[in-house]
């Protein structure tokens, strides 16, 4: 009964704790998008369609579902510290001043190339009906499509993260600054209104990702699979080669309906169960 009872307050406390964050980062990122910048944000929209509240609603049941699984996921690694098996450590001591300060960079580079395979893969036409194409069901996305995952998709996500803490030492405030970063970012990517400066694509600058190159997945879905940085998607040449053009277009608010007609076609790859045809 002790350890039911452990077992469920490692639940509930990883339950709260991950919709908190979800609920929370989509929320900002709405109220940013649709209220305190309403004006501004609505002439940097990035594509002509709008989201419907019947989309919002899928993407929210299914986004309560990927928070059960994370917190399934949450509670095992929690079993796991407990047995003393993972590379958490509690005293900044514990390690040199440096680690602590580079572990949180070197947290978000690893997840990068790990979102980025796994990401890909997960277009591969064996797989992507099984896995990826519910999210794709998202063909405008809303803040709130950043949990909107099946049931294969969000274990893959997850797992990302008994990996990395059965093998990295980290302090739990850098692990916590990690996945709140990867939150608000996700939720960010997924806001469909172009936040970052016109300047951004022509600069060192360029290596991030803004919400048009994840924009562009969702409407074209064979490319841009890059989270945090672009570099990936440039090295292995799925980037799509209008990115910059649709950006600029996306800051200056003026919608490409040639962007348009290709997510049209995507849509009706997508209806038919497909994945673009992407090459894995």
Known sequence: MDF??????????????????????ASVMSICAGWL???WMHRRRIQKRRAEWKDIRREVSFSMLTVCIFTVIGTIISLLEKMGLTKLYWQWGDYPMWWNIASLPVLILLHDAYFYWTHRGMHHPKIFKHFHRLHHLSRTPTPWTA?????????LNGLFSPLIILMIPMHP??????VFIMIFRNAMLHTG?????????????????TTTHHDLHHQRFQGNYGFYFTWWDRWMGTEFKDYKLA???AVDGTLSDASQEKTADAR???SQGGSANMPA
Request: hydrophobic fraction near 45%; aromatic fraction near 20%.
């Open 4 to 25: 039911l009872m452990e077992l469920a307050q490692y639940g509930a406390k990883h339950f709260h704790l991950t919709l908190f964050r979800y609920v929370l980062a």
């Open 37 to 39: 910048f309403r004006t």
């Open 147 to 155: 949990y909107s995952f099946s049931v294969g998709e969000a274990a």
């Open 173 to 178: 405030t850098i692990w916590l600054s990690f």
């Open 193 to 209: 209104c172009e936040f970052h400066p016109r300047n951004w694509v022509d600069g060192p600058l360029d290596n991030m990702t």
């Open 247 to 249: 950006f600029r277009r």
């Open 268 to 270: 009706t790859n997508l």
